[in-house]
């Protein structure tokens, strides 16, 4: 049997990372011909007359490595469920959900009666409050309707008006919601008295010239008025509140330490950050220099700072990485000007370049993903305005960000979790 150029394990490992590299659904034999011939095998210095492909062997390669040209339908989207990452964190979030089961009522089989739970002294029983979403279309119709043998309905173009509804439910009353009785109640005490919203559920009706789309903005404006209304119709019990995965819960403080909300210089339309700490990582200063690792470090002007216009003002990564001596004497070195370092080899690429090195390495890593750090996540860090104290577990599949929520409130601790 002839060997062919795909046996060559330099071909064939540059063949994978391009394919790898390729938006989904966007493969083209041709432009592998293309990319074969005229980048792969001339780098390689396979410069033969025989070094060459064809586009029928470019049809034939994708299939050997375990493409197939197919018609897209939709079809059910599986993420790497079966990864490890994944696995690992179904583990850790039922071991989580079941530590709270025991604080919960059970249901009888036959007669659906509730069964208290056993709770010692100063335990308090707890109340599962699942969130989901959903989103009608205008134009939406019955799969299977009733016609006659020469009757075909036509049927509009698009989805038409979207109508979006986040809902919370919990076993006790159903939807979370106040009864008639207790709404004749609110309304009949003091406006500054009575709570924002009598109803947990939310409807919006996105689009151009609407409301905008659901975002984690309003996802906080609604969590706020939910806690409100499980406090009232739940007094002294704790609520486990279950959030369905969605990329609209993804989010950052605004004070969160995001390198993207800053400028090079101080002052300016840059956020203003919370403190941090100075890594211990960070490289060992130079000799009768300072050692700045693990000290605290403000990214904000002190408010009695010599100069009155940088009073309050955000520092800026100049001013940052110059508080970090060791590491600004670092940036100094590598350059050749005596003057740091603005961008990297990888700041520089473009952000093609580093979405196709993303996908490369995300097929070679099976799906593993960094983990992102607990405090900037915006979910978890909101709560904490009205005195919640929320703890954040991070990690689920690539494209979502499940997150595990506690808060506890100060007359009533409400558990927050988001799973799937």
């Given at each position: 049997?002839?060997?062919?150029?795909?046996?060559?394990?330099?071909?064939?490992?540059?063949?994978?990372?391009?394919?790898?590299?390729?938006?989904?659904?966007?493969?083209?034999?041709?432009?592998?011909?293309?990319?074969?011939?005229?980048?792969?095998?001339?780098?390689?210095?396979?410069?033969?007359?025989?070094?060459?492909?064809?586009?029928?062997?470019?049809?034939?390669?994708?299939k050997k490595l375990g493409y197939i040209?197919?018609?897209?339908?939709?079809?059910?989207?599986?993420?790497?469920?079966?990864?490890?990452?994944?696995?690992?964190?179904?583990?850790?979030?039922?071991?989580?959900?079941?530590?709270?089961?025991?604080?919960?009522?059970t249901y009888d089989d036959q007669t659906?009666?509730?069964?208290?739970?056993?709770?010692?002294?100063?335990?308090?029983?707890?109340?599962?409050?699942?969130?989901?979403?959903?989103?009608?279309?205008?134009?939406?119709?019955?799969?299977?309707?009733?016609?006659?043998?020469?009757?075909?309905?036509?049927?509009?173009?698009?989805?038409?008006?979207?109508?979006?509804?986040?809902?919370?439910?919990?076993?006790?009353?159903?939807?979370?919601?106040?009864?008639?009785?207790?709404?004749?109640?609110?309304?009949?005490?003091?406006?500054?008295?009575?709570?924002?919203?009598?109803?947990?559920?939310?409807?919006?009706?996105?689009?151009?010239?609407?409301?905008?789309?659901?975002?984690?903005?309003?996802?906080?404006?609604?969590?706020?008025?939910?806690?409100?209304?499980?406090?009232?119709?739940?007094?002294?019990?704790?609520?486990?509140?279950?959030?369905?995965?969605?990329?609209?819960?993804?989010?950052?403080?605004?004070?969160?330490?995001?390198?993207?909300?800053?400028?090079?210089?101080?002052?300016?339309?840059?956020?203003?950050?919370?403190?941090?700490?100075?890594?211990?990582?960070?490289?060992?200063?130079?000799?009768?220099?300072?050692?700045?690792?693990?000290?605290?470090?403000?990214?904000?002007?002190?408010?009695?700072?010599?100069?009155?216009?940088?009073?309050?003002?955000?520092?800026?990564?100049?001013?940052?990485?110059?508080?970090?001596?060791?590491?600004?004497?670092?940036?100094?070195?590598?350059?050749?000007?005596?003057?740091?370092?603005?961008k990297c080899k990888d700041c520089a690429?473009?952000?093609?370049?580093?979405?196709?090195?993303?996908?490369?390495?995300?097929?070679?890593?099976?799906?593993?993903?960094?983990?992102?750090?607990?405090?900037?996540?915006?979910?978890?860090?909101?709560?904490?305005?009205?005195?919640?104290?929320?703890?954040?577990?991070?990690?689920?599949?690539?494209?979502?960000?499940?997150?595990?929520?506690?808060?506890?409130?100060?007359?009533?601790?409400?558990?927050?979790?988001?799973?799937?």
């Amino acid at each position: 049997m002839n060997n062919t150029l795909l046996d060559n394990e330099n071909v064939l490992l540059a063949v994978r990372r391009y394919l790898a590299a390729k938006n989904l659904g966007t493969i083209s034999t041709e432009e592998l011909c293309r990319h074969v011939n005229n980048i792969i095998l001339p780098t390689l210095g396979l410069t033969g007359p025989n070094d060459r492909i064809c586009t029928h062997t470019a049809w034939n390669w994708p299939k050997k490595l375990g493409y197939i040209c197919k018609d897209v339908k939709k079809g059910i989207y599986v993420d790497g469920h079966e990864q490890p990452n994944v696995i690992a964190y179904h583990e850790k979030f039922l071991k989580e959900i079941a530590s709270y089961e025991r604080f919960m009522c059970t249901y009888d089989d036959q007669t659906m009666e509730s069964i208290p739970p056993h709770l010692c002294h100063g335990e308090r029983k707890h109340v599962l409050v699942a969130q989901d979403e959903c989103i009608f279309h205008v134009n939406e119709c019955p799969r299977r309707q009733w016609l006659k043998k020469d009757q075909q309905p036509l049927k509009k173009k698009g989805n038409g008006r979207s109508i979006h509804v986040c809902g919370w439910i919990c076993k006790t009353i159903g939807q979370l919601r106040l009864s008639e009785e207790q709404i004749k109640a609110q309304a009949s005490l003091p406006e500054a008295d009575r709570l924002r919203a009598t109803d947990a559920h939310k409807t919006i009706y996105p689009g151009k010239n609407h409301n905008t789309w659901w975002d984690l903005n309003q996802l906080m404006s609604n969590l706020a008025d939910t806690v409100d209304i499980f406090e009232f119709t739940h007094p002294g019990k704790v609520g486990v509140f279950l959030f369905n995965c969605s990329s609209a819960h993804e989010g950052l403080a605004q004070d969160a330490l995001n390198v993207n909300n800053m400028n090079i210089g101080p002052g300016g339309k840059q956020c203003a950050l919370q403190s941090t700490m100075i890594p211990l990582s960070n490289p060992p200063p130079q000799p009768g220099r300072p050692d700045t690792r693990g000290q605290p470090q403000h990214l904000v002007f002190s408010p009695d700072h010599p100069d009155e216009n940088l009073r309050n003002q955000p520092k800026g990564m100049h001013v940052v990485l110059e508080e970090r001596v060791s590491v600004w004497d670092e940036l100094v070195k590598r350059s050749k000007k005596e003057k740091p370092v603005g961008k990297c080899k990888d700041c520089a690429k473009s952000q093609v370049k580093k979405d196709a090195e993303r996908r490369v390495a995300e097929a070679e890593a099976m799906g593993h993903e960094d983990v992102i750090e607990e405090a900037d996540i915006r979910l978890q860090d909101e709560p904490e305005e009205p005195g919640f104290v929320p703890l954040l577990m991070v990690d689920f599949q690539r494209l979502i960000h499940n997150v595990l929520l506690l808060i506890h409130t100060l007359c009533c601790d409400c558990v927050i979790q988001e799973g799937s």
